[in-house]
């Protein structure tokens, strides 16, 4: 008998991010990583960070890793590493997430901030050059803030998204001005700018962030800080235990900002499958591009590319669009995930309104936090998921809204 009855109308809803889709399928294999760990009862720097240093300095071309609690702590740590203190100035970009510029802060340090690439939305060298010429000049060998007397000690780039910044011409700057140089790769792990070289590789401490809607995530707070410097590595290891060594004798301050187990598990068993997500969002943000096109979109939503020769690992799908918050209300009434990364520029950030930054520093910065949008890229999308997307976008500059 056939019932009269209809299946009701399911909308498809499509989140930004689904975690639930990507441990469904490893869900065994996780399990038993975790009971292993349980099992053995060493929760803290034991042999499953020993062995995802090990991995993610080797996937990161890199000879060291060094397990931290975030991509904060790991922030934190790099900077303080490399001597970071009171009075001294960082150079970094005015578009990222706040742990770039408040680890800075922390420090007793001033974040020097320089607008961006408006396509790659990354730190612009053309600004850093500005910025020295304008503002510094050479003494003794160290770069000198004018304004305040302060030593530029470091260049903080972001690769943003999962792009790599300039690195080439940013690392250039940093040897003649004799700047030490932190990557700010939370968001990049695995991203290769040419000639294979990979975030965290570059500059002399990369830093990862392993939070849960990173690449690879964890189930919790957990990053690394990546180096080819033995001096360094040694430093940073010293430091997330207290500044201890051997126990109980401490050489500085330091923190804790150790790695456990039970996180180190779960990313070994998820390094795994890395880079086949990665292929993923890839292939997820070559068909966005070419279907906003063929709808005849493109004049409303400018789509992210990857540079020449750059891999591009897409942490985010970010959209420049035109009238951005009445199209991100319109996606969240057809139940499209999508978020503001980020809605109000670090210069502009009240807690740093005592550096003097004002809307006309940085105007690319502003621009891009007020114009751009990110929505779903997460491997585990479905092709309907995809066209419900790409449709909702595109009803809604059809209907001229
Ligand atoms: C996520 C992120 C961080 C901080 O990492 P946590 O693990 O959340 O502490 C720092 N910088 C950038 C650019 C990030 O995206």
Redesign the pocket.
């Known amino acids: 008998m056939k019932l009269l009855t209809r299946e009701p109308i399911r909308r498809l809803a499509v989140p930004l991010l689904d975690l639930q889709a990507q441990y469904g399928a490893i869900e065994p294999e996780i399990m038993e990583a975790l009971r292993e760990v349980c099992a053995r009862q060493q929760f803290i720097l034991g042999p499953r960070v020993t062995e995802l240093e090990e991995r993610i300095a080797e996937y990161s071309g890199c000879r060291y890793g060094v397990g931290v609690s975030?991509?904060?702590?790991a922030?934190l740590a790099a900077l303080m590493a490399l001597e970071v203190g009171p009075g001294d100035g960082v150079i970094t970009t005015a578009f990222?997430?706040f742990?770039?510029a408040g680890t800075i802060a922390r420090l007793g340090a001033r974040p020097l901030f320089v607008d961006i690439d408006p396509k790659t939305y990354n730190l612009s060298p053309a600004g850093v050059e500005d910025l020295i010429g304008t503002q510094c000049e050479m003494r003794a060998g160290r770069l000198i803030d004018r304004n305040t007397g302060g030593v530029v000690k470091v260049l903080m780039p972001?690769h943003?998204f999962g792009q790599m910044a300039a690195m080439d011409a940013l690392m250039e700057l940093a040897r003649r001005h004799g700047l030490r140089v932190v990557e700010?790769a939370?968001?990049a792990i695995g991203a290769e700018y040419p000639g294979r070289r990979r975030a965290g590789s570059i500059g002399d401490i990369g830093c990862f962030?392993?939070?849960p809607s990173?690449n690879l995530g964890a189930f919790g707070?957990a990053?690394m800080c990546v180096t080819n410097d033995p001096t360094l590595a040694e430093r940073l290891k010293i430091l997330r235990v207290h500044g201890s060594r051997p126990r109980y004798h401490h050489l500085v301050v330091g923190g804790n900002f150790r790695l456990d187990e039970l996180q180190a598990a779960v990313l070994l068993v998820k390094l795994k499958y890395l880079d086949g997500w990665t292929r993923r969002r890839q292939e997820n943000a070559r068909y966005y591009h070419t279907a906003f096109q063929k709808a005849g979109v493109g004049d409303h939503i400018s789509t992210p590319r990857a540079m020449e020769g750059c891999r591009h690992i897409f942490n985010q799908y970010v959209v420049r669009a035109e009238r951005r918050d009445d199209l991100k209300d319109h996606l969240t009434r057809a139940e499209v995930g999508s978020e503001i990364y980020y809605p109000v520029p670090l210069h502009l950030q009240r807690c740093f309104a005592h550096f003097g930054y004002g809307s006309a520093h940085c105007p690319e910065a502003l621009r891009a936090a007020r114009e751009t949008l990110a929505i779903p890229i997460y491997p585990e999308l479905t092709a309907d998921q995809q066209r419900h997307v790409v449709s909702t976008v595109v009803e809604f500059y059809d209907d001229g809204h």
């Open positions: 975030s991509g904060t702590d922030l990222s997430f742990a770039t972001v943003l700010d939370a968001q962030s392993f939070f990173k707070d990053g």
